[in-house]
């Protein structure tokens, strides 16, 4: 579905992000770009992250990782593909956490102090990693084939992720 903002319209599927007295969400700015903006509930507490002029960078999949006290979401860099960013929630300050080279990447959730990242590689379909200071540092194995991850919960003792009507789990670990 749609909602209005300011005038603008935006699809509201994952693009919403409570975290503490703040709302993360996605939205579009007057030349009809996507931008992540943040509001306190106040006209003077909303503004946007960060403002881009290129259509080719566009936020998605929202999460916030507890521990490094960030908000991470994916966006597509000006050659096509993924981008993996995070923020404190201050206008104009995001950082490039890691650039892929495929152009299906996911941000899942977060498992213990890592960013739970779905990515589809051209050779053997969609696969888990677990991402940490700038790198993916983890290939869970678990095999998805060719399906992405439509549910993900976690409780800091294990992951669920449902896919093709399937339900998985893991501790993060080669026998888990």
């Not at 966006?75 to 096509?80: E, P, Q, S």
């Not at 990515?119 to 940490?132: D, M, P, Q, R």
């Not at 993916?136 to 060719?146: A, H, I, Q, S, V």
Request: hydrophobic letters at 25%; glycine letters at 6%.
């Amino acid at each position: 579905g749609y909602i209005n903002y300011e005038g603008n319209e935006y699809n509201f599927n994952k693009s919403f992000l409570q975290v503490n007295d703040k709302l993360y969400f996605i939205g579009l700015n007057s030349s009809n770009s996507r931008v992540l903006k943040m509001t306190d509930g106040t006209l003077d507490g909303t503004f946007t992250i960060e403002e881009s002029n290129s259509h080719n960078y566009s936020p998605n999949h929202l999460t916030y990782n507890k521990n490094t006290d960030r908000v991470y979401f994916t966006g597509t860099n000006k050659l096509g593909k993924t981008t993996i960013y995070s923020t404190k929630g201050v206008k104009n300050d995001f950082i490039e956490e890691y650039n892929s080279n495929e152009s299906d990447v996911k941000i899942v959730g977060t498992y213990k102090d890592y960013i739970v990242v779905n990515i589809y590689e051209s050779l053997v379909g969609y696969n888990l990693y677990l991402f940490k200071d700038k790198q993916l540092t983890y290939k869970l194995p678990l095999d998805f084939r060719n399906h992405y991850i439509s549910s993900f919960y976690n409780d800091d003792k294990k992951m669920y992720f449902l896919y093709n009507n399937r339900l998985s789990e893991s501790d993060g670990t080669d026998i888990g």
